[in-house]
């Protein structure tokens, strides 16, 4: 079993920048891909990042990709999201996710996090 805790958000004004954390416990995360999902309200859960096991593999929504950067230190058990160039858009509740192998639809991934609140001002 996993337990996966995710942290960072905040309110920040458009162009700024934020760093999620996701921190894991009960069980190594080097045995999981990770993966970064996001909900605004009214919206369905959509995909945002994810990263294989070693690092070594990543993708991103074309909606974040080259503002966005998904990483994670297997020593400390966290994977992060360097959120950059924020838009008002990228307002959501965010999520980290564990599973198996990184995929870019939330059905695969087996623990999640509560949710940490992005609030982006114009």
């Known amino acids: 079993q996993v337990q996966v805790v995710d942290s960072g958000g905040g309110l920040v004004q458009a162009g700024g920048s934020l760093r999620l954390s996701c921190a894991a416990s009960g069980r190594t995360l080097i045995r999981y891909a990770m993966g970064w999902f996001r909900q605004a309200p009214g919206k369905e859960r959509e995909f945002v990042a994810a990263i294989s096991w070693n690092g070594g593999t990543t993708y991103y929504a074309d909606s974040v990709k080259g503002r966005f950067t998904i990483s994670r230190d297997n020593a400390k058990n966290t994977a992060y999201l360097q959120m950059n160039s924020l838009k008002p858009e990228d307002t959501a509740v965010y999520h980290c996710?564990?599973?198996?192998?990184?995929?870019?639809?939330?059905?695969?991934?087996?623990?999640w996090g509560q949710g940490t609140q992005v609030t982006v001002s114009s």
């Open positions: 996710a564990a599973g198996a192998v990184p995929t870019l639809t939330p059905g695969p991934y087996n623990y």
